[in-house]
């Protein structure tokens, strides 16, 4: 069955193994915080047929072994989910940490979004460190947050090419959005600088070092710092 109807939270299939749980059509942080609440209860309250609790802007994607779960147990056990699960608040949040090294090599961009915003590359890197940030959602690659909360100024459009590599740990600008590259991939967000920290990495447990749902704040740190941090010289306080 697929999703149909307009009353929200809505629900169906989405193919053969993905049941999703729709909170809202727009990107909204209420909407996100229902959609979040409602993963991690799915998680802590998950029977051995789910694979893989995966939240959204919006919605939450249950994937199920279908060879060992009936489309009306996972129906009705998501259905229990959303009368179980509760929302907490969000802003009793201690905002995360981020180092970042703005310009030069680490922001190859930085000069081309201060000049779309007609101002100055201080001043791109004052208002983005001036924000708290939430973590909407991971995905595009391991552990890439995508990240509301961006000063309206510094909204700058995609490169019209976008990279072949892009270093993990930078830190990029897409439209509305700024987010950070966990891996070396393709990309075609506008770099403003390098993180020194590790967002993921398959052998720390957990792998991610960021969840939906956090809140995070960037702080501006010179080259011989970000080395110290990266070479493990120096800890990074959160």
């Given at each position: 069955m697929p999703i149909t109807g307009d009353a929200f939270p809505r629900a169906g299939w989405a193919g053969d193994s993905c049941y999703v749980i729709e909170f809202g059509d727009v990107i909204d942080e209420e909407i996100n915080a229902?959609?979040?609440?409602?993963?991690?209860?799915?998680?802590?309250?998950?029977?051995?047929?789910?694979?893989?609790?995966?939240?959204?802007?919006?919605s939450v994607a249950v994937y199920v072994d279908s060879f060992r779960a009936e489309r009306d147990v996972v129906?009705?056990?998501?259905?229990?989910?959303?009368?179980?699960?509760?929302?907490?608040?969000?802003?009793?949040?201690?905002?995360?940490?981020?180092?970042?090294?703005?310009?030069?090599?680490?922001?190859?961009?930085l000069a081309s979004v201060a000049a779309h915003a007609g101002i100055d590359e201080d001043e791109v890197v004052r208002l983005h460190t001036g924000q708290v940030y939430l973590v909407y959602m991971l995905g595009f690659t391991p552990g890439f947050?995508?990240?509301?909360?961006?000063?309206p100024k510094?909204?700058?459009?995609?490169?019209?090419?976008?990279?072949?590599?892009?270093?993990?740990g930078s830190v990029g600008i897409a439209g509305k959005q700024t987010g950070i590259y966990p891996v070396e991939s393709p990309g075609g967000w506008r770099l403003i600088g390098r993180t020194p920290l590790t967002l993921f990495d398959p052998f720390r447990d957990?792998?991610?070092?960021?969840?939906?749902g956090m809140r995070l704040r960037f702080?501006?740190?010179?080259?011989?710092?970000f080395r110290r941090i990266q070479e493990g010289k120096e800890t990074w306080p959160q």
């Amino acid at each position: 069955m697929p999703i149909t109807g307009d009353a929200f939270p809505r629900a169906g299939w989405a193919g053969d193994s993905c049941y999703v749980i729709e909170f809202g059509d727009v990107i909204d942080e209420e909407i996100n915080a229902r959609a979040v609440a409602f993963a991690a209860h799915a998680r802590m309250s998950a029977p051995d047929w789910v694979v893989e609790v995966v939240p959204t802007y919006r919605s939450v994607a249950v994937y199920v072994d279908s060879f060992r779960a009936e489309r009306d147990v996972v129906a009705e056990t998501a259905a229990r989910w959303l009368r179980q699960y509760s929302v907490t608040g969000r802003e009793e949040q201690v905002p995360f940490g981020i180092p970042v090294c703005y310009g030069g090599d680490f922001g190859p961009d930085l000069a081309s979004v201060a000049a779309h915003a007609g101002i100055d590359e201080d001043e791109v890197v004052r208002l983005h460190t001036g924000q708290v940030y939430l973590v909407y959602m991971l995905g595009f690659t391991p552990g890439f947050p995508y990240l509301g909360g961006m000063n309206p100024k510094l909204e700058t459009p995609r490169l019209d090419e976008p990279r072949v590599a892009i270093p993990a740990g930078s830190v990029g600008i897409a439209g509305k959005q700024t987010g950070i590259y966990p891996v070396e991939s393709p990309g075609g967000w506008r770099l403003i600088g390098r993180t020194p920290l590790t967002l993921f990495d398959p052998f720390r447990d957990p792998p991610v070092l960021l969840e939906a749902g956090m809140r995070l704040r960037f702080t501006s740190i010179d080259g011989d710092r970000f080395r110290r941090i990266q070479e493990g010289k120096e800890t990074w306080p959160q």
